[in-house]
């Protein structure tokens, strides 16, 4: 056995069972964090699964569904209830970095450096998954297409299932700049069944959302002269929340302010949802691996540590109707 062999016998690989699997507490905090990180990782449902593929079950019970009653008398009516599925296939995705030996010796904090870019690594996966989640196409080419090619966002399938009256060419309403013609719009073209809870919510990027507060400061309001002055705290400043009574999905500031939009959202395209039903699957344990010069000849030659991490995750919609997609907006 060559010296190369002996070292690569003794670096960490998938084949080691518990060497790069985080336990079920240090996995279930990554997940977490994960969510956490993004505006939109935050709104959505995520479900962590064991297997790679598979269905999320729906429940649906209908409408109408009660009866007259009669005392000490039973006619035999039941409710009944729909399971439907939606089936889901996970994607293997991996975060990989190296750090020299030198950044832990020169830096202030030392050894404890290594948690802290552990951190900063986790919050930009949970970035970019978000980014994934919106954006991902397996057929779009260019400089990002190793990153967009994993998986199919819900952009892309909500385009690629073109339900019926759900989407709305908004380059042919007010010629595209945005109106209060899309917003209504798109409000129609809603199913009342989806309407009457009140879980509704806008989905756009930021530069879309200061455009709607950008008409509202240009009326004669309390809610114009509110933004003027920089109040979007949903006191005074409700409306800026979102048009027709309906929230924009976004963040809350350090200072209680209400940031708008979703970072990762294209400026061409709003949609009209409940968050809830876009669900990521997370499945497979979550695995982190460290590699480091004592196991790895090239990684000691050049002084290096290397870590990565992986999981598998999918994003699917659970129900295509209750999406309003209004794309080919102008610019902002």
């Known amino acids: 056995m ?23 507490q240090q996995g279930r905090a990554f997940v977490r964090a994960l969510k956490d990180k993004g505006v939109w990782g935050t709104a959505i449902r995520q479900e962590v699964r064991g297997s790679a593929a598979g269905e999320i079950d729906k429940l649906a019970t209908g409408a109408r569904i009660i009866r007259a009653a009669t005392e000490n008398a039973d006619d035999g009516y039941r409710a009944g209830a729909t399971f439907a599925t939606v089936p889901y296939q996970t994607a ?35 970035l970019d998954l978000d980014d994934l989640d919106i954006n991902g196409d397996t057929a779009a080419v260019g400089a990002d297409a190793a990153f967009l090619n994993i998986n199919d966002g819900i952009l892309k399938q909500v385009a690629t299932a073109n339900v019926a009256g759900r989407n709305i060419d908004g380059g042919t309403i007010n010629a595209g700049v945005i109106s209060k013609a899309h917003f209504f719009e798109a409000l129609y073209a809603m199913p009342n069944k989806y309407r009457a809870r009140g879980q509704l919510r806008w989905f756009m990027s930021p530069n879309r959302a200061v455009s709607w507060w950008e008409q509202l400061s240009e009326r004669t309001t309390a809610a114009g002269d509110d933004l003027l002055v920089g109040r979007s705290d949903g006191q005074g400043g409700r409306a ?18 209400f940031i708008p939009g979703i970072p990762a959202w294209p400026d061409s395209v709003i949609m009209l949802a409940v968050p809830r039903n876009f669900v990521r699957v997370i499945s497979w344990q979550v695995r982190k691996r460290k590699v480091t010069g004592e196991t790895d000849m090239e990684l000691a030659a050049r002084d290096k540590r290397f870590y990565v991490f992986f999981i598998k995750t999918d994003i699917v919609v659970e129900e295509m109707d209750a999406v309003v997609r209004i794309h080919t907006l102008g610019p902002v």
């Open 92 to 126: 293997k995705i991996r975060l990989p970095w190296e750090v020299t030996e030198d950044v832990f010796q020169e830096n202030i904090e030392g050894q404890a450096l290594e948690a802290d870019l552990t951190s900063e690594m986790t919050s930009q996966f949970g």
């Open 240 to 257: 800026a929340r979102g048009p027709l009574g309906v929230p924009i999905v976004g963040s809350t500031g350090e200072d209680g302010d």
């Open 2 to 24: 060559t010296r190369r062999e002996a070292l690569a016998k003794a670096t960490i690989t998938t084949t080691d069972a518990a060497a790069g699997l985080l336990d079920p």
